[in-house]
């Protein structure tokens, strides 16, 4: 089914970098989340009424909730498609996280409320009805929203989506929380126990929940995020496969809405080829990573001296004490000045943001220490950098 669907209404559903297609996925993924979801709360809220069951209207308004979330996410996805203009030069892509975050809201808004009608239950308890017809069509809500949630996973690891896969997640939780409707139904006509209201608070809890981690999700990229490993792998690696480019560094990424990033970085060059062949270099790479990866980078040369083996053989020498301190740490721009007495070395040591002030400090010291020790002569002079990467957890 989902792949039909795709095939149908997404136009060349294979080239997922364009726009034009990310976008119709978007769409796509709206229409069949708001016909889906009013279809279940129409249901939903026509049983709860039967049943007098705050935990089955409670999970119908959600499913109301989730068709307006859904309504609201279309608006998003054309704002968001909408081309760069004179006061928005890198587009308008960021209004997808915008209304993500606005659907977030509304579905905390509705489990608060519904947290308050259950505890009210509590107060003053409403007998309940059991037909077995309406767990039958609970049981089908549940299909449903599992089949939503697969529906919106898939789409949002096609098209990279982190508001596809938060949707999925809050999909496969109202699919939890109908079940739960159902065990208390069950309980009743088994037990004649009304746990309806208990099972309201945690229904609401969860909603509210889901909706606080839509949030989170849709504040990271809209505060800015680290460069995430597979990206900064394919960036650097894709700048570093062209002749005339010996090492990258200083990686830093703008996100402007999903498919939309703009990045810089500093590419190493040789110093005894001229600047013109270099900069004809790096033109082509910042055209060819925009027409292939669709990324508008900016590349800032750096020469450095290949022909100095005294140079390459001390850089090595403080690589691996750099490494032998922390895989994780790297160093670059690494420079030397020779004197009489004392030789300098010069270079930027990038180090994770975890790193504290005091560590930094104390890397320092052991790192100058060390290399003291393989020559008197040695005294380094560095500059310690945060690296832009996603820590590996």
């Given at each position: 089914?989902?792949?039909?669907?795709?095939?149908?209404?997404?136009?060349?559903?294979?080239?997922?970098?364009?726009?034009?297609?990310?976008?119709?996925?978007?769409?796509?993924?709206?229409?069949?989340?708001?016909?889906?979801?009013?279809f279940?709360?129409?249901?939903?809220?026509?049983?709860?009424m039967?049943?007098?069951?705050?935990?089955?209207?409670?999970?119908?308004?959600?499913?109301?909730s989730?068709?307006?979330?859904?309504?609201?996410?279309?608006?998003?996805?054309?704002m968001?498609?909408?081309?760069?203009?004179?006061?928005?030069?890198?587009g308008?892509?960021?209004?997808?996280?915008?209304?993500?975050?606005?659907?977030a809201f509304l579905?905390?808004?509705?489990?608060f409320?519904?947290?308050k009608?259950?505890?009210?239950?509590i107060?003053?308890?409403q007998e309940?009805?059991?037909?077995?017809?309406?767990?039958?069509?609970?049981?089908?809500?549940?299909?449903?929203?599992?089949?939503?949630s697969?529906?919106?996973?898939k789409?949002?690891?096609?098209?990279?989506?982190?508001?596809?896969?938060?949707?999925?997640?809050?999909?496969m939780?109202?699919?939890?929380l109908t079940?739960?409707?159902?065990v208390?139904?069950v309980?009743?006509?088994?037990?004649?126990?009304n746990i309806?209201?208990?099972?309201?608070?945690g229904?609401?809890?969860?909603?509210?929940w889901?909706?606080?981690?839509?949030?989170?999700d849709?504040?990271?990229p809209?505060?800015?995020e680290?460069?995430?490993?597979?990206?900064?792998?394919?960036?650097?690696?894709?700048?570093?496969?062209?002749?005339?480019?010996?090492?990258?560094?200083?990686?830093?990424?703008?996100?402007?809405?999903?498919?939309?990033?703009?990045a810089?970085?500093?590419?190493?060059?040789?110093?005894s080829?001229?600047?013109?062949?270099?900069?004809?270099?790096?033109?082509?790479?910042?055209?060819?990573?925009?027409?292939?990866?669709?990324?508008f980078?900016?590349?800032?040369m750096d020469?450095?001296e290949?022909n100095?083996?005294?140079?390459e053989?001390?850089?090595?020498?403080?690589?691996?004490?750099?490494?032998?301190?922390?895989?994780?740490?790297?160093i670059?721009?690494?420079?030397?000045?020779?004197?009489e007495?004392?030789?300098n070395?010069?270079f930027?040591?990038?180090?994770p943001?975890?790193?504290?002030?005091?560590?930094?400090?104390?890397?320092?010291q052991?790192l100058?220490?060390?290399?003291?020790?393989i020559?008197?002569?040695?005294?380094?002079?560095?500059q310690?950098?945060?690296?832009?990467?996603?820590?590996?957890k």
């Amino acid at each position: 089914m989902t792949d039909f669907l795709i095939k149908y209404f997404v136009k060349n559903y294979k080239e997922t970098g364009k726009l034009s297609v990310r976008t119709a996925y978007g769409l796509l993924a709206s229409v069949v989340g708001i016909c889906c979801n009013i279809f279940l709360f129409a249901i939903k809220f026509a049983i709860g009424m039967f049943l007098h069951s705050i935990s089955v209207v409670a999970d119908s308004f959600n499913n109301l909730s989730d068709a307006g979330s859904s309504i609201i996410s279309f608006a998003g996805v054309k704002m968001a498609s909408k081309p760069a203009d004179e006061e928005h030069p890198f587009g308008h892509g960021r209004m997808e996280y915008i209304t993500a975050l606005i659907v977030a809201f509304l579905i905390i808004e509705v489990g608060f409320t519904f947290l308050k009608d259950a505890i009210g239950k509590i107060k003053e308890p409403q007998e309940m009805q059991f037909q077995l017809w309406t767990v039958v069509v609970l049981l089908l809500s549940i299909g449903v929203k599992l089949w939503l949630s697969f529906f919106n996973k898939k789409i949002g690891k096609t098209i990279h989506s982190k508001v596809m896969m938060a949707t999925a997640t809050d999909s496969m939780g109202d699919a939890v929380l109908t079940f739960t409707t159902v065990v208390s139904l069950v309980v009743y006509k088994v037990t004649g126990v009304n746990i309806d209201a208990f099972v309201g608070i945690g229904v609401s809890l969860l909603i509210m929940w889901a909706g606080i981690g839509i949030a989170r999700d849709t504040l990271e990229p809209l505060m800015g995020e680290a460069v995430p490993t597979e990206m900064y792998q394919e960036i650097t690696s894709y700048v570093e496969a062209y002749d005339g480019i010996l090492g990258t560094h200083d990686l830093i990424v703008h996100n402007y809405g999903p498919g939309r990033s703009m990045a810089s970085v500093h590419a190493e060059v040789s110093n005894s080829v001229d600047i013109e062949v270099s900069h004809e270099i790096i033109d082509k790479i910042e055209r060819d990573i925009l027409k292939d990866l669709g990324l508008f980078l900016v590349i800032h040369m750096d020469p450095i001296e290949t022909n100095n083996e005294q140079l390459e053989k001390i850089k090595q020498q403080v690589q691996d004490v750099v490494h032998e301190l922390n895989l994780a740490f790297s160093i670059h721009d690494f420079r030397m000045v020779v004197g009489e007495k004392q030789i300098n070395l010069i270079f930027d040591l990038v180090v994770p943001l975890s790193c504290s002030k005091e560590a930094k400090k104390e890397i320092c010291q052991i790192l100058r220490k060390k290399m003291h020790e393989i020559d008197e002569r040695y005294q380094c002079v560095i500059q310690v950098e945060n690296s832009f990467v996603a820590e590996e957890k």
